[in-house]
């Protein structure tokens, strides 16, 4: 129909190749997450303009909605460019993981974004997660510093959890044999 030589038969079988791999848990949660920022991210705007109802639907792409935020940023001006750096590279992410041709570059972008997150929350694990950087950004995007706190408590509940117990249980075996 195109009438430029295009396979459609080739089309489909590259189709179907591409379902039957099987997800990578990592690209899946950078989608997951990016996909909840960007939701997190319309519950902010709809909080900083004085008429949100007026923006048309589905209208505002996600480097756009950085953009709205950074420019409507009430708190200190560094504190949203950090946002706005923070939200850029996580996108920068999501389209490097979405995007077969740009695979090369995802853990350096992810190191990147790795690096923004701990700009916004220093208590962040060093070797951190998409969740772990989501968080981070949505915490900051918030003026309750009782969900830092908390997030801070969660962390280091985590590496007792998952650091320190099974090191002593490691020891505790030791010792019995």
């Not at 079988?13 to 319309?42: I, K, Q």
């Not at 709205?68 to 950090?82: K, Q, S």
């Amino acid at each position: 129909m195109a009438q430029v030589g295009y396979d459609s038969l080739e089309g489909v079988l590259r189709l179907t190749s591409a379902g039957e791999r099987e997800l990578d848990p990592f690209v899946v949660e950078v989608l997951t997450y990016h996909a909840a920022l960007e939701l997190e991210m319309d519950h902010l705007i709809a909080r900083m303009l004085p008429r949100p109802d007026r923006l048309q639907g589905g209208g505002l792409g996600f480097k756009h909605k950085i953009s709205v935020i950074n420019a409507a940023w009430r708190g200190r001006p560094e504190d949203g460019d950090l946002l706005a750096d923070a939200l850029t590279r996580y996108n920068d992410l999501r389209n490097a993981v979405a995007h077969a041709d740009q695979h090369k570059g995802v853990e350096r972008i992810f190191s990147a974004l790795s690096a923004a997150g701990t700009l916004i929350n220093p208590d962040q694990a060093v070797n951190p997660t998409p969740y772990d950087v989501a968080v981070s950004i949505c915490a900051f995007m918030g003026e309750d510093p009782g969900g830092r706190r908390l997030l801070r408590t969660l962390g280091e509940f985590d590496d007792v959890i998952n650091s320190h117990l099974p090191t002593a249980f490691e020891r505790s075996a030791d010792d019995d044999t």
